[in-house]
């Protein structure tokens, strides 16, 4: 009998969850997710400034991608309540999945409890591992020098990203660290690299068991630069974001779909532009898939072609 394949996907917000709505449904995989929680906007901002609890809105997201089935709980877990007037205040704007797991965390006196408990509820297929259990505030140094504070405004400024860091020492889940140890394979992405997946990296433990590990690591690019993070990236500049901050790179998965023009166009008129190589030879692995799909004129990653890539890589 063949021994399991132990999968980690690194990162947070949609692709990560994207990536895990594929890989779920392999055969002879153990997959984990270590997700950030250096979120500070919208609902997830919030409750962790009310209730002192680690940001979960990108667990959230990876808790549905990877529930056994679309259930109607799994579907409300992404309900938001309108907030008509924009007044912030009860639960207007919330997710029902962020109030659930508050109040799970407080039920059970842990963050981490209460994520494996309602990914239980859930049928959850894999493990969801907070990347720490300590409330943190990512910050960004700009090219100019300049220090943002909070990952929510870290796009927002017209500058370039020199590194991501946090102000205080962040201590990993022992779980994450045994999660990498034991790792044969490692995905970072897809998703913003410095808000979502580096948020993750540069906890030291986290950074050091992914220099140390034997797996390989794989970076799943993204199709599209993201406006005030990566204007004007190559595949090569995303690559060269996770080495300058200690995240080891062994291949890069790249979607060589053809973008219709005209989805091409809108995402110009919002300042995204396609993520194109631009160097022929490599210190690591370039594997062009088709991985896209196009629907109403937005680019997304087709979970069934990255379902179809990770069996790929799986079996090599």
Do not use: W
């Given at each position: 009998?063949?021994?399991?394949?132990?999968?980690?996907?690194?990162?947070?917000?949609?692709?990560?969850?994207?990536?895990?709505?594929?890989v779920?449904?392999?055969?002879?995989?153990?997959?984990?997710?270590?997700?950030?929680v250096?979120?500070?906007?919208?609902?997830?901002?919030?409750?962790?400034?009310?209730?002192?609890?680690?940001?979960?809105?990108?667990?959230?997201?990876v808790?549905?991608?990877?529930?056994?089935?679309e259930?109607?709980?799994?579907?409300?877990?992404?309900?938001?309540?309108?907030?008509?007037?924009?007044?912030?205040q009860?639960?207007?704007?919330?997710?029902?999945?962020?109030?659930?797991?508050?109040?799970?965390?407080?039920?059970?006196?842990?963050?981490?409890?209460?994520?494996?408990?309602?990914?239980?509820?859930?049928?959850?297929?894999?493990?969801?591992?907070?990347?720490?259990?300590?409330?943190?505030?990512?910050?960004?140094?700009?090219?100019?020098?300049?220090?943002?504070?909070?990952?929510?405004?870290?796009?927002?400024?017209?500058?370039?990203?020199?590194?991501v860091?946090?102000?205080?020492?962040?201590?990993?889940?022992?779980?994450?660290?045994?999660?990498?140890?034991?790792?044969?394979l490692?995905?970072?992405?897809?998703?913003?690299?410095?808000?979502?997946?580096?948020?993750?990296?540069?906890?030291?433990?986290?950074?050091?068991?992914?220099?140390?590990?034997?797996?390989e690591?794989?970076?799943?690019?993204?199709?599209?630069?993201?406006?005030?993070?990566?204007?004007?990236?190559?595949?090569?500049?995303?690559?060269?974001?996770?080495?300058?901050?200690?995240?080891?790179?062994?291949?890069v998965?790249?979607?060589?779909?053809?973008?219709?023009?005209?989805?091409?166009?809108?995402?110009?008129?919002?300042?995204?532009?396609t993520?194109?190589?631009?160097?022929?030879?490599?210190?690591?692995?370039?594997?062009?898939?088709?991985?896209l799909?196009?629907?109403?004129?937005?680019?997304?990653?087709?979970?069934?072609?990255?379902?179809?890539?990770?069996?790929?890589?799986?079996?090599?």
């Amino acid at each position: 009998m063949n021994k399991k394949q132990n999968i980690v996907i690194i990162g947070g917000g949609h692709g990560q969850a994207a990536i895990c709505r594929g890989v779920k449904n392999l055969s002879d995989v153990n997959i984990s997710a270590i997700v950030t929680v250096a979120d500070d906007g919208g609902s997830t901002g919030r409750l962790r400034r009310h209730f002192h609890i680690p940001a979960m809105g990108d667990i959230r997201n990876v808790m549905v991608a990877l529930a056994e089935s679309e259930t109607m709980l799994s579907e409300l877990m992404d309900y938001r309540f309108e907030d008509p007037d924009g007044s912030g205040q009860d639960v207007s704007g919330h997710n029902l999945g962020n109030l659930i797991l508050t109040a799970l965390t407080q039920q059970c006196g842990s963050f981490l409890e209460a994520v494996r408990t309602f990914g239980n509820v859930l049928r959850v297929r894999g493990d969801i591992i907070p990347a720490t259990t300590q409330v943190i505030t990512l910050y960004a140094r700009m090219d100019d020098g300049v220090i943002v504070r909070g990952e929510a405004n870290i796009p927002n400024i017209s500058n370039h990203i020199r590194m991501v860091f946090y102000d205080t020492d962040v201590k990993a889940t022992p779980e994450a660290i045994r999660a990498i140890e034991n790792a044969d394979l490692i995905i970072y992405g897809i998703g913003s690299v410095y808000t979502s997946i580096l948020p993750n990296v540069i906890i030291p433990e986290i950074r050091e068991a992914l220099q140390r590990t034997k797996a390989e690591r794989i970076y799943f690019c993204n199709a599209m630069t993201q406006p005030g993070e990566t204007d004007g990236f190559s595949v090569e500049d995303h690559v060269q974001a996770l080495l300058d901050h200690g995240a080891p790179v062994d291949a890069v998965l790249v979607a060589d779909d053809e973008i219709p023009e005209e989805i091409v166009k809108h995402y110009e008129e919002t300042g995204s532009k396609t993520v194109r190589l631009e160097q022929k030879n490599h210190p690591y692995r370039i594997i062009e898939r088709n991985l896209l799909c196009f629907d109403n004129g937005l680019i997304r990653h087709d979970p069934e072609k990255i379902r179809a890539a990770a069996q790929s890589l799986v079996e090599e």
